[in-house]
């Protein structure tokens, strides 16, 4: 509970932190949150989480719950927002992405990429054949050759991605 505590005033202080950041007010804050890796098109990237829709999930990863992100998940009519972020649930290997900004930073040229993910759940059929999978093709094809089982789930997580660890461009489409 502390750390949840912990996470909720550092996120309080950045958003205090940004709307004190005016254009004349002679620098910017510096925040510090937790880096994760993923996978995306067979590049790692950096990204962070700070919000989810799933209670569980949110408390576990001590992020700000936010129940009406799941309200982003396309419906009849509706365009979606969200891309989908594929999740282990053995935790075997880290997450893998379904895009990324090109190149990360204010020059995003990809007007498709968004934040917000959709999660899918992978679990392998045999876990004696697991291997790591990079890309969401790779992922693809092992569900194709019954490798893998996919879960498309309700939950919406914000993750966006910060960079990619080598420092080039990610994405290109």
């Not at 996470?7 to 007010?25: E, M, N, T």
């Not at 510090?32 to 098109?41: E, K, Q, R, T």
């Not at 935790?91 to 930073?105: E, L, M, R």
């Not at 992922?139 to 939950?155: D, G, P, R, V, Y």
Request: glycine residues 6%; charged residues 20%; contains cysteine.
């Amino acid at each position: 509970m502390r750390y949840f505590r912990s996470c909720l005033s550092l996120l309080a202080s950045l958003l205090v932190c940004a709307c004190s950041s005016l254009p004349g007010s002679g620098g910017h804050p510096v925040v510090s949150l937790p880096l994760n890796f993923a996978w995306v098109d067979g590049r790692k990237v950096e990204y962070i989480t700070t919000d989810i829709s799933d209670p569980v999930m949110a408390q576990a990863l001590g992020v700000n719950l936010v129940p009406r992100l799941a309200q982003a998940i396309p419906g009849p009519g509706r365009v979606s927002v969200v891309e989908r972020v594929y999740k282990f649930v053995d935790d075997s290997q880290i997450t893998v992405f379904q895009s990324a900004p090109s190149p990360t930073g204010p020059a995003n040229a990809d007007a498709s990429y968004s934040p917000l993910w959709r999660m899918v759940l992978v679990r392998w059929n045999k876990p004696s054949l697991a291997r790591e999978l990079k890309s969401e093709e790779q992922i693809l094809s092992a569900e194709e050759s019954e490798e893998l089982t996919l879960e498309i789930t309700n939950i919406v997580v914000n993750c966006p991605i910060t960079r990619s660890v080598d420092g080039k461009a990610i994405g290109g489409r």
